[in-house]
């Protein structure tokens, strides 16, 4: 991937998480994923009183793309201003799972960059057969 793209995804996911609603965690996060088409989704962690019903930042940007009939992504960002990187959770990478092939996932803090590829944080997904 161009460094200039991941560049601009680290710059989007960034953005969206300036608008995180996280009253309740005070963590905010923010996520930009980039088609196949050339675009880029953002999104940011979104919480509620019942926090069950709060939704990761990653859920929300992959979700922007679908809703568009977007859905070839072909990279994922997640920015924190935390001193340590987020992974993404466990349901986002099911979710991710469904719309991105071994795709590279990159995480972003203030300070450091650190690119994984899907298959390292989800090797085998519900849905896939042995
Ligand atoms: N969160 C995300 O948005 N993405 C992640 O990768 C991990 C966690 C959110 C959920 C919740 O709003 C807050 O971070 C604390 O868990």
Do not use: W
Not at 19 to 26: F, R
Not at 44 to 51: D, P, V
Not at 97 to 112: H, K, N, Q, Y
């Amino acid at each position: 991937m161009q460094e200039e793209t991941m560049d601009r995804l680290i710059d989007a996911a960034t953005e969206a998480s300036r608008n995180s609603y996280s009253p309740y965690s005070s963590f905010p996060v923010g996520a930009a994923v980039l088609t196949e088409s050339g675009r880029i989704y953002s999104g940011t962690n979104i919480e509620n009183a019942s926090y069950g019903a709060s939704v990761c930042a990653e859920r929300v940007a992959i979700f922007k793309a679908v809703s568009e009939g977007d859905m070839n992504i072909t990279a994922l960002a997640v920015y924190t201003n935390a001193a340590n990187l987020a992974f993404p959770c466990g349901l986002c990478l099911q979710v991710m799972s469904e719309f991105c092939g071994d795709i590279p996932v990159i995480l972003a803090s203030d300070t450091l960059v650190r690119i994984y590829q899907f298959s390292e944080l989800l090797p085998h997904r519900f849905g896939d057969t042995e």
